[in-house]
């Protein structure tokens, strides 16, 4: 066990480096020429094109070298080298003119940025908007972000792009050499690069989310080889918690999946066990797997006790905690991809045949059909949850899902060529499955900036925390930002992170460590927080009738009270725009307005500046 977990480790960190290194070469490279936008200009898809046909060249050339058992570190690199590069140029090479990652600073990017924000301003597991209270959300993917940002001397949000990409390089380098010790070196290249292509496209934009995806299907391979083996399988388990407490760490929807789908598997070799060794037999699986989830458990901790102690000293959350009240469409219907017209819906039609074909024979195709079918659990799950009122977001596991059949259809394509080479002409069947699978490769890839435009052009118009817009059209008020933010250090004379903000532009909270009084929507609050609470107290404030009444609002308050507003001006006063949560309705959100008359504001406490469309108030 241990040499095999060094062997693991031995050639994870030099993948590790090369993967960092042919990103940072990539992104200063692109930094290096000032690009047309992406949304004005077919100028960066050419030489995205470009590089995706160079990198998938080097994969190739690895993926040969491991086929004539050159299994050297010229092979490794090569593929490695290409695996990060393709990674680099499908995302950076569309990118390269604008400093936001895919949907610039909008929608859950937004909340996103923030916590990166505020974890760069300080490694503690704050909470990304409310002061003096713990992370709800898993922080280990924006903790990372914080110190890589800190270390480089960048802001959050600047280190957002090239931490991302980096990130999802990385992740697809380590799948290559998890794979490469479950199956034949140059099949463990074909299908990472096959996982990878399809992660990018569907998951890419939820950047902390893609590595695990990237590496699911592997560790599920792993996962079933050490729970349905009954002494040689430690070594597996260990890695399979080392992974699930990465994930717990990282991303709490996919953790739980993850878990379910491995707890799923201990069930299922446990019963296989009971019924071929007797049922005393069926403990092992289940203590292998409960041995996996303490791993995980303690792993989880390291980001999950400040927010678990603080509940048990404080009791049970307040209202408001609302992440899963979400339904869109794609949620109400079981996914089945392999039915799409396209070239993804045909890999996955073809893994599916794989899953069903070889599923008494094959551990591969066992652990793959046993990730997809906790798929359509999962999904059958959140639909019958509806009707308690709540979901388990199944439709964001849609990246998952598609990694496993992707994997799969690479395996069903390797073994029906190989049955074909073995009746017909080896060499000519040999040929045309390689100019197949190369064209179908070079299909795919150059559509991915086709499927992420829409997070493509949002990341061109919005204005960054800079005060630019990519596209070099006039900004949005985001470009006041600087100004209300050296305003802000002025008048309270603190640093923003002892600085609670009353405002609905969050994202001046995503560009700057201020603390907010109230988050975005309720579907981002910190349980612990109460918003609706607080989005009632806001109401209550618009409706008081002088300073007097305001000032002793605030000071008592159940929650450390702002001490500064920032509002839009409005004829009839300061105005803040909020949500609600509306769920089961779909948009899942009403907008609304609060209007705070100006004399509220018009006493010596109070010190009011204009900024662009933006009144900012301190509290003196």
């Not at 993917?141 to 990409?165: E, H, N």
């Not at 073809?350 to 070889?358: F, N």
Request: charged share 15%; proline share 6%.
């Amino acid at each position: 066990m241990v040499r095999r977990s060094g062997a693991v480790l031995g050639e994870a960190a030099p993948a590790t480096v090369s993967a960092i290194a042919v990103t940072a070469i990539g992104l200063t490279g692109f930094a290096l020429v000032e690009w047309p936008a992406f949304n004005a200009s077919n100028v960066t898809r050419a030489l995205t094109t470009v590089g995706q046909a160079v990198t998938l060249a080097l994969v190739v050339a690895g993926y040969l070298l491991h086929r004539r058992r050159q299994h050297g570190w010229p092979a490794r690199l090569l593929s490695w080298t290409g695996l990060a590069g393709f990674v680099t140029v499908t995302l950076g090479m569309p990118l390269a003119a604008t400093k936001l990652y895919l949907f610039g600073m909008s929608v859950d990017q937004e909340f996103r940025t923030e916590f990166l924000t505020r974890l760069t301003d300080s490694p503690a597991l704050h909470d990304m908007t409310y002061a003096e209270l713990p992370s709800f959300y898993p922080a280990g993917w924006f903790w990372v972000g914080g110190r890589v940002a800190d270390l480089l001397g960048m802001s959050g949000w600047a280190v957002f792009k090239p931490y991302a990409i980096g990130g999802i390089a990385v992740a697809a380098v380590l799948a290559s050499v998890l794979w490469s010790r479950l199956i034949r070196a140059d099949w463990a290249v074909l299908v990472t690069l096959a996982s990878t292509a399809v992660v990018l496209a569907y998951g890419a934009p939820e950047a902390y989310g893609a590595p695990i995806a990237l590496l699911l299907p592997p560790v599920l391979v792993l996962a079933w080889g050490g729970l349905h083996r009954p002494a040689s399988g430690w070594a597996a388990i260990d890695g399979t918690g080392l992974f699930l407490g990465f994930a717990a760490i990282s991303y709490t929807l996919y953790f739980a999946f993850a878990g379910f789908a491995v707890g799923l598997m201990a069930l299922l070799a446990a019963v296989a066990a009971g019924r071929t060794s007797g049922w005393r037999a069926a403990a092992g699986p289940l203590l292998r797997g409960a041995a996996a989830a303490g791993i995980a458990g303690t792993i989880a901790l390291t980001v999950w006790a400040p927010f678990l102690i603080y509940l048990l000293r404080h009791g049970r959350p307040g209202s408001g905690g609302t992440a899963f009240h979400y339904l869109p469409e794609s949620g109400a219907e079981l996914p089945l991809p392999m039915l799409r017209f396209d070239l993804l819906g045909a890999l996955c039609l073809l893994g599916t045949g794989w899953l069903v074909a070889r599923a008494t024979r094959s551990r591969r195709a066992q652990a793959l059909g046993i990730g997809v079918l906790a798929c359509y659990l999962w999904a059958l799950a959140s639909m019958a949850a509806t009707a308690a009122g709540t979901t388990l977001l199944s439709f964001r596991l849609e990246p998952i899902l598609l990694a496993l059949l992707a994997t799969a259809g690479v395996f069903g394509f390797v073994e029906i060529t190989r049955a074909l080479r073995d009746s017909f002409d080896s060499v000519r069947v040999g040929l045309v499955a390689a100019v197949v699978g190369l064209l179908g490769a070079i299909g795919f890839a150059q559509h991915i900036p086709t499927v992420l435009k829409p997070e493509i052009d949002t990341a061109y118009t919005d204005t960054d925390c800079a005060g630019q817009r990519a596209d070099r059209r006039p900004p949005g008020s985001a470009a006041d930002y600087p100004e209300i933010d050296r305003m802000l250090r002025e008048q309270t004379g603190r640093a923003p992170d002892r600085t609670v903000l009353l405002t609905a532009d969050t994202g001046f909270l995503a560009c700057y460590p201020y603390f907010g009084f109230q988050a975005l929507t309720s579907h981002y609050a910190n349980p612990l927080a109460d918003f609706d609470g607080r989005a009632a107290a806001i109401a209550d404030w618009s409706e008081l009738s002088g300073p007097d009444e305001l000032v002793r609002a605030l000071d008592t308050l159940p929650w450390r009270a702002p001490d500064a507003f920032l509002f839009r001006q409005n004829p009839t006063g300061y105005t803040l725009r909020l949500a609600q949560d509306v769920y089961p309705n779909d948009p899942n959100v009403r907008r609304y307005t609060v209007t705070f008359p100006k004399q509220l504001f018009d006493d010596p406490r109070f010190r009011t500046s204009t900024v662009g469309p933006f009144v900012l108030v301190v509290r003196r």
